[in-house]
């Protein structure tokens, strides 16, 4: 048995292994009794430190090392790097730091959650410095080991090839852009006429039964996935196996049903992964900022558009028996697209988030580069806020505490956000491209020619190539800030 | 640390994992997607493959050894005593025989799917040889282990301490017993105007409402168990997290409903296993007759009961909007008691049944002591089949095929469904004795002075104690064969 052989097979049990634990963190979520946690506690962390003790097994390095000197094909030679690179991530940070951060992260991300309820960061500072330095050691670990500056480390555990100096000017650009941007966008809506509000009462059997139907109209193996609820909507599972969640709000249908939209760009992205490659690290989603870009392209650019309103929107008047002009396409789309800057990142609109994004990413770069004290965090926070959305928080509980990432130490997570909204844009530009009849074929609810160009062009790459590269495979240039500004203006301006 | 806590470590982590396959095993029978059985399968597999790596780890026998030596109170000489008995059978296995034989019971039960249907033994009968030839060179392997027969090895996997010499005086009774006694029961039920149908479609959402509150009267907490459905109803997850299930038919509700308290006793064996040691061996169950005579209690000697049902019918009568004199409790009763001797072990009354596990218990023991071959089975069966129940099998199919339990390598199982329905006689005649008012509590639908019973005398004691003398702790004698003839005399004649 070869070297590289010999690691697949590790690393078909290490996947299987954690395939277990992402089913029971779906069941968690969606179908564990209340006073169950104790048990399946113990079981994730079993699973975890199995895991974990066969990726830092002292034989890997040693087997890693021997088989890049094995004759290999362009698929196993891009799986021996992955494995490579999550050893690396494995191994490169001491034991004892692993789990003084996992205590630190969860002692923080509890007490945060009452101290953003009373506003108060001043107590809450201790924990978030805590969280932070412990982060800056294992990023530095990370680093070493990686041949990376520190925040590049971190931002590789989401994203391999996405570098700070990949999205610096990128980031640049759009800044630049967006308050100017968003200020035209918000003169323009004042000027005309609001949309006509949708409201009702939608029960969630009809909600449901429609969500079930788009989700397959687009796609959506019900054969190997499922969807069922939860209190924040995910996809979980594994590829072979999908289980979306979702949450029902009977007098809010819209933001339900294009939650389920996104969630399912989500799920054929794992769908259509790879399957000869299924249980290796190679097969996994490339990032995720990819994953995010196949959510928001079904969500944002497939869904939300007059194209795929003209066909929904006559379903959605038949699924709930309701009429009038307010389910009119055109008033579901402007519904969908209002912009107003505001506090709170995850209730923002399509236009602002980015600027939500640019701030957190400014910010924690400073912070891991030793630039930012988490003390003068409420001020940097507020400051950015005013330049980039023309608005100061009202409170810290509104301002640089509303997320838990910070607190649970997800330190470079926050760009793939908005590199996962451009690169969508920039995907569904090529598909337009590539597909002449593509905005006729989803006027008819015929999704099938986009997903099949995304499987094609996209999913069955896997993790093959760096992010920035699968992006020039799929589209013919690296990430390119011009068309999601294009987008932008297009969608809100003209 | 002594050598007695890195075993509890060990097994902690086992459990785990074990518990980690368990909710995957209701996951697969309850909610998975058609086509999810691929990954599914290499995650119970990996999971299976790491349990059995520690269980069978080299140094795993030394601490044991040096555990022996070292100073422990009751519960931890039980669970060392425990842990020693896994590990015995784990290991004494040869790894390559348990691949041939797992390997050789998926063929065979695949094969037996088939030439059930299609009444062919003699093309099934090759597969059947193999599996039990490496059956019993395991058996034979376990019985070197652990210093019993064969046989008796194999009942020690489902009961510890249960031998066939405390099995074969007990089951000669009840065979001398059964045929004569079922005549009786026929004759009398003969002479006796039969009890009305009791028809009608009740629709599922009723069934299930109905069985939801009766899970909660007996005792069943819904912050750590769920009911769902499946094909086949089982009672899966782990002590903190149960899921029950069970399957409806709108045709006739009685079935359903039983089975779900059936499954209901079950959980509650399991809900009341002592919680200190609930990630230890000694915490589990003490094996299949024990769960099965929890489920059997529940079912067979408090629900099939005047009693219990003078309670029970006049919810059952509200729950679905009918009344009739075939609603009376007396009527149900007689439904649910009604004796005829019949080809299929599943669906055999409470009467007939032993009859039907003693001829199996009969035939595996020659088997497994090559006293008996297969190809000799089908006129084995038919002969214990006349002399036990007075009717010949029109076909191998309803004859010595009808089981997946010999197909897929489970010898020593059987015994079990018996012994289990005699200790629920015998621990609900003591809980008569204890419990003075127990009849009167039943009959006004308070059932937690009997669960409290089960609970402090039975469900709290885990695996502390072997099996008969666990009966003998609860009950002051070990298993009694006059108290089920007495069970069923007085339920049948009287």
């Not at 048995?1 to 779906?26: D, K, P, Q, V």
């Not at 494995?83 to 205590?103: C, D, F, G, I, Y």
């Not at 500072?125 to 932070?132: F, G, H, I, S, T």
């Not at 610096?168 to 809506?189: N, R, S, Y």
Request: aromatic share 10%; charged share 25%; net charge negative.
């Amino acid at each position: 048995m070869t070297a590289y052989a010999e690691l697949e097979t590790i690393f078909r049990r290490i996947y299987a292994l954690r395939g277990a634990g992402a089913m029971l963190g779906w069941d968690n979520a969606a179908m564990m009794p209340a006073n169950s946690g104790e048990p399946r506690g113990e079981q994730l962390a079993a699973l975890a430190e199995v895991t974990h003790e066969m990726m830092t097994a002292p034989n890997l390095g040693e087997l890693i090392a021997k088989a890049e000197t094995e004759s290999l094909n362009d698929w196993q030679k891009a799986n021996l790097r992955e494995m490579k690179r999550n050893w690396q991530h494995e191994v490169a940070v001491p034991a004892e730091l692993v789990s003084a951060l996992t205590k630190a992260c969860h002692e923080s991300e509890l007490f945060w959650r009452t101290a953003r309820k009373e506003n108060d960061f001043k107590s809450f500072a201790p924990y978030q410095e805590k969280v932070l330095h412990l982060v800056r050691e294992s990023a530095q670990a990370k680093a070493a080991a990686l041949k990376l500056s520190p925040y590049d480390a971190l931002l590789d555990q989401y994203d391999s090839g996405t570098m700070s100096a990949y999205i610096d000017p990128i980031f640049a650009d759009l800044a630049a852009f967006l308050p100017g941007f968003i200020a035209q966008v918000m003169e323009k809506q004042a000027k005309e006429k609001p949309p006509l509000d949708i409201t009702g009462t939608f029960p969630v059997a009809k909600q449901k039964a429609l969500g079930l139907e788009f989700m397959q109209k687009l796609g959506f193996d019900f054969t190997r996935g499922r969807l069922d609820e939860s209190t924040h909507p995910f996809c979980g599972g594994v590829p072979g196996d999908i289980r979306l969640t979702t949450r029902y709000n009977e007098q809010d249908f819209l933001s339900g049903f294009f939650g389920v939209m996104h969630e399912t760009g989500h799920a054929l992205y794992e769908m259509g992964l790879p399957e000869a490659w299924r249980n290796q690290p190679v097969g996994e989603a490339r990032g995720m900022a990819f994953h995010e870009s196949q959510s928001l392209l079904t969500e944002m650019q497939l869904c939300i558009s007059l194209d795929f309103l003209e066909y929904a929107a006559p379903l959605m008047r038949t699924a709930f028996g309701v009429s009038g002009p307010e389910w009119k396409p055109d008033n579901i789309y402007r519904q969908m697209t209002r912009v107003r800057p505001s506090l709170i990142r995850v209730d923002a609109d399509e236009a602002t988030y980015p600027a939500h994004v640019i701030l957190r990413y400014r910010l924690e770069k400073d912070m891991i580069a030793g630039k930012l004290a988490v003390r003068d965090l409420p001020e940097a926070w507020n400051v950015q806020m005013q330049q980039l959305l023309g608005i100061t928080p009202d409170s810290d509980a509104n301002g640089c505490m509303q997320d838990i990432h910070w607190p649970d130490g997800s330190f470079g997570y926050f760009p793939t956000y908005t590199l996962g909204a451009m690169t969508a844009a920039q995907l569904f530009q090529t598909a337009k491209k590539m597909i002449p009849d593509l905005t006729q074929y989803i006027r008819k609810g015929e999704f099938q020619p986009l997903y099949a160009w995304l499987k094609e062009n996209l999913h069955k790459q896997g993790s093959k190539y760096s992010s920035p590269d699968l992006l020039k495979h799929a589209t013919g240039k690296t990430l390119d800030a011009a068309i999601y500004k294009k987008h932008l203006e297009t969608r809100y301006l003209s």
